[in-house]
């Protein structure tokens, strides 16, 4: 292909074949509309309960509650689609976070875009471990390795070789030729580095025709969402059969068959759950988000119920514990041996050292080592005359020759040849006597017990001629330059902060050991037991393995088929293990723990893909962050889901209670609604918004096969919720017999006690906090305060109070009404607030 091809798009002319092609997407993957959501909600038994007390009534010509049951009904529907809605585009941005990027050459400069905004005729940089985002041509490069499995099946790769003479003009080429240039969407570079020009983006790509999405979030439910919905749909068929029940007796038992099927709907209403799947709907989605506002991309939401229950962090070196750059730290020469920091700038020979490696390198630098070199190198009037033009003549890495060679005319007369690289090469190159190279090892090795990584530099000046194979020329040794990736400022106290929460992490590298155990000592791991090799990892047996892993915590020179074989011993050892990987290679170890983490920044798409969890900014202590929001999110959920089970105990015991005991009814189907009402937004707002406790990250994990929502849970909720049921019951059979108002004052005593009393209970499950203010409270106090406007209305209208069936209670009454809810909802504040004043246990 002709060379200047590769300078791309114009930005312009992107922009116009972008208009007129459309976006480089695949419709269909996106959230739920409106009228879906209200679709799927008017198919829960709760709404279809309501509507059909709501018919009741109108029936009997009682338009006054008939409305408001109607109106009661919408509501709820609306609470519902709104909270859908917002988990929706929560999860809408989490799939723009999402969206995979290309690296493009547009105005004949290399960048990265959203895989979206790609256009036909874009040039596409491609790479080993990369996901084609579009259909095209391989016009130049390797020969590609590609798996088109996405596509045809075929698990073998097949052979893509840059275009030649006409081949690229061909209009529909299929996936699934075992040679040819063209490249599909959606199809997996497994070798080779190559540049595409991109032929059909979108909807009309192979991939597009087939209507795949591979870049979308999955929404299929969790476990526990699948759990929570079987469960409603059996309390929904108890209800019902319930309601049957309640019909039949009451007409029986009081000739009262419109009152009994009035019973029986509100008895059913009252039984069913119906918050738990929105809850968990929303607790998931905005978790998911919270996740990404701390730089960590939830994949699949059911981990977030895994993420705060990790044991182990398995965490690799490069770009997670540290910085993923190169800095010089420290240059040896015969003269000195100093280190290098603080914007101090080298003299004398070491100076020298810098400008003779910053000869060896490229003059517009890529390479890490390369940009620390110039970073530091001293800019003379010399040096600037000669770093403005390429080197006259360079010889590239190679096998024979781990060094790379450059060969520049100096501005005078002459010429200078500088030489970087192995160590081993640079002795030789130089022709070093042994017991000088035997020496300089030992320098060698004593910087790499600093954990830095090591290069020799080397120079050759001639007025002449220079030869063409650089081994044949004498070169003069320069020196050795330390190179080291910084840990991150934020690895050490993100560190502790695991340790103090009772996780283990062990940092596994492909590095040397002693390079390894520098960097985990520097991060404030604990290295008395040494670094194991991946040698050593591959000869233990199972069993031998698991013993190591309870000691050791460092692990060095790890294959990817070791990472696994670590990860598998964990979970054999009863850990939940997170692990972290980048590479193509990394999939299994990633998709074998329980949480695998990519690199969102130098991760391949294929680990990307295999990972649960996505690190957008590559850091450990986001790792550590997403642990301690995972614990908050499980707490919260775990709280909530308690509490509605909690709430849901009184308001049954209630509707059923003064029926099976022949007392006047205490509950109608409008009271339920209005309660059904205040648990919605009181379990999905405000329990979501809930902080951290604040020993969150100083107890251990919990155990592997602790229930989210379990017997202990359960018998909890119930135990709250029998108490809450026992006051107000009893509070409505003494106000039944010694209240002035007889059976409406009664009812409304206790039903004002029932209110004040789910509002403690939720205040009273959020206690731990200590924090009764704050931002996170708003909700729940906006909500006690439309409360308590609605009460006043109810009590102090008389319209309203004739709706309900009510009269305004006493002064006396009303006191004691209040007293009753808050002791009977909120008692278990006192055992909350007595856990959190507990000295924490030490980190």
């Not at 859908?84 to 290399?110: C, I, K, M, N």
């Not at 790499?448 to 040794?477: H, M």
């Not at 604990?526 to 393995?545: I, K, M, R, Y």
């Not at 009664?746 to 029932?754: Q, S, V």
Request: proline residues 7%; contains cysteine.
């Amino acid at each position: 292909m002709d060379a200047r091809r590769l300078t791309g798009l114009s930005s312009a002319e992107a922009g116009r074949r972008l208009e007129a092609a459309g976006f480089n997407e695949i419709a269909g993957g996106g959230g739920r509309p409106l009228w879906r959501i209200a679709r799927e909600t008017l198919r829960e038994p709760m709404f279809l309960l309501l509507i059909g007390a709501a018919v009741l009534y109108l029936v009997l010509g009682d338009l006054g509650e008939g409305l408001f049951l109607v109106g009661g009904a919408v509501t709820a529907i609306g609470l519902v689609i709104v909270q859908e809605a917002r988990s929706e585009r929560a999860l809408a941005a989490l799939r723009e976070l999402a969206q995979p990027h290309a690296r493009v050459v547009r105005d004949g400069t290399e960048m990265l875009i959203p895989a979206r905004e790609l256009a036909p005729g874009d040039i596409l940089l491609v790479g080993e471990g990369e996901r084609l985002p579009a259909d095209g041509t391989l016009v130049a490069g390797d020969v590609l390795a590609v798996d088109e499995s996405a596509l045809t099946g075929e698990s073998a790769p097949v052979v893509k070789r840059p275009a030649v003479g006409d081949e690229a003009v061909e209009e529909a080429p299929e996936p699934g030729a075992e040679e040819g240039p063209f490249v599909f969407a959606g199809c997996l570079v497994v070798r080779g580095q190559g540049v595409v020009q991109v032929t059909r983006t979108g909807g009309r790509s192979a991939l597009g025709r087939i209507g795949a999405s591979l870049a979308a979030i999955g929404d299929e439910p969790t476990p526990l969402q699948k759990t929570a919905g079987r469960l409603v749909g059996m309390l929904g068929l108890l209800a019902i059969a319930f309601c049957g029940v309640v019909v039949v007796a009451h007409g029986l038992l009081r000739d009262d068959w419109i009152g009994g099927a009035l019973a029986g709907i509100t008895v059913a209403i009252a039984l069913i759950p119906e918050e738990f799947p929105m809850v968990l709907a929303v607790f998931l989605a905005l978790g998911a988000w919270r996740l990404a506002r701390h730089r960590v991309l939830a994949r699949r939401s059911a981990v977030i119920e895994t993420l705060g229950g990790a044991t182990v962090l398995c965490v690799d070196k490069t770009g997670t514990l540290t910085e993923n750059r190169m800095e010089v730290a420290r240059l040896w020469t015969e003269e000195a041996d100093i280190p290098v920091g603080d914007g101090a700038t080298p003299v004398g020979a070491p100076a020298d050292l810098v400008r003779y490696a910053a000869l060896a390198s490229a003059v517009r630098p890529v390479d890490p080592m390369d940009r620390a070199v110039h970073a530091l190198r001293r800019e003379s009037p010399e040096d600037q005359a000669l770093f403005d033009r390429e080197p006259e003549r360079a010889w590239p890495l190679r096998p024979e020759l781990l060094a790379v060679v450059q060969l520049w005319r100096l501005p005078g007369a002459g010429r200078v040849a500088a030489a970087k690289g192995a160590p081993e090469a640079i002795f030789r190159l130089c022709r070093l006597p042994e017991a000088e190279v035997a020496r300089l090892h030992e320098v060698v090795e004593r910087y790499a017990a600093l954990g830095l990584r090591v290069l020799g530099v080397a120079f050759a000046r001639s007025d002449g001629d220079f030869a063409d194979d650089p081994r044949d020329v004498a070169f003069r040794f320069a020196g050795l330059l330390g190179f080291i990736d910084p840990v991150r400022p934020d690895a050490p106290a993100a560190l502790a902060e695991a340790r103090g929460a009772g996780i283990d992490v062990l940092m596994i590298t492909g590095d040397h050991p002693a390079t390894a155990l520098a960097i985990a000592r520097s991060a404030g791991f604990d290295v008395s037991a040494g670094a194991a090799t991946g040698e050593e990892v591959a000869a233990l047996s199972p069993e031998e393995l698991r013993r190591l892993l309870r000691r050791v915590r460092i692990f060095a020179r790890i294959l990817p088929a070791q990472k696994l074989r670590i990860v598998e011993a964990l979970k054999a050892d009863g850990e939940v293990v997170a692990m972290t990987g980048d590479g193509v290679n990394d999939a299994p170890a990633l998709e074998a723990a329980h949480i695998g983490v990519a690199m969102g920044r130098r991760g391949t798409d294929v680990a990307r893909e295999a990972a649960d969890l996505v690190l957008l900014d590559d850091s450990f202590a986001s790792i550590v962050g997403g642990v301690r929001l995972g614990r908050r999110i499980f707490a919260n959920l775990r709280r909530a889901l308690t509490y509605i089970t909690a709430i849901h105990v009184p308001i049954a015991g209630l509707a059923l209670g003064p029926i099976l005991l022949g007392l006047p009814p205490l509950l109608f189907p409008m009271h339920v609604v209005l309660l059904e009402l205040a648990v919605d937004p009181v379990c999905s707002l405000a329990f979501e918004a809930e902080p951290s406790d604040r020993d969150a990250m100083r107890r251990p994990p919990r155990r592997p096969d602790e229930a989210l929502f379990g017997p202990a849970q359960i018998l909890f909720a119930v135990v709250q919720g029998a108490s809450l049921l026992a006051a107000v019951f009893g509070l409505y059979v003494w106000a039944l017999a010694a209240a002035p108002g007889g059976e409406l004052e009664a009812r409304g005593i206790a039903f004002i006690a029932l209110v004040v009393g789910n509002l403690a209970l939720a205040l009273a499950a959020t206690a731990s906090s200590g924090r009764l203010l704050g931002p996170h409270r708003n909700i729940y106090w906006a909500i006690v305060t439309a409360l308590a406007v609605v009460l006043t209305i109810i009590l102090a209208v008389p319209p309203a109070a004739a709706l309900f069936d009510v009269v305004p209670p006493r002064p006396d009454w009303l006191a004691l009404a209040l007293a009753t809810g808050l002791v009977g909802g909120g008692w278990t504040a006192i055992f909350s607030l007595g856990r959190r004043r507990r000295p924490a246990p030490e980190a």
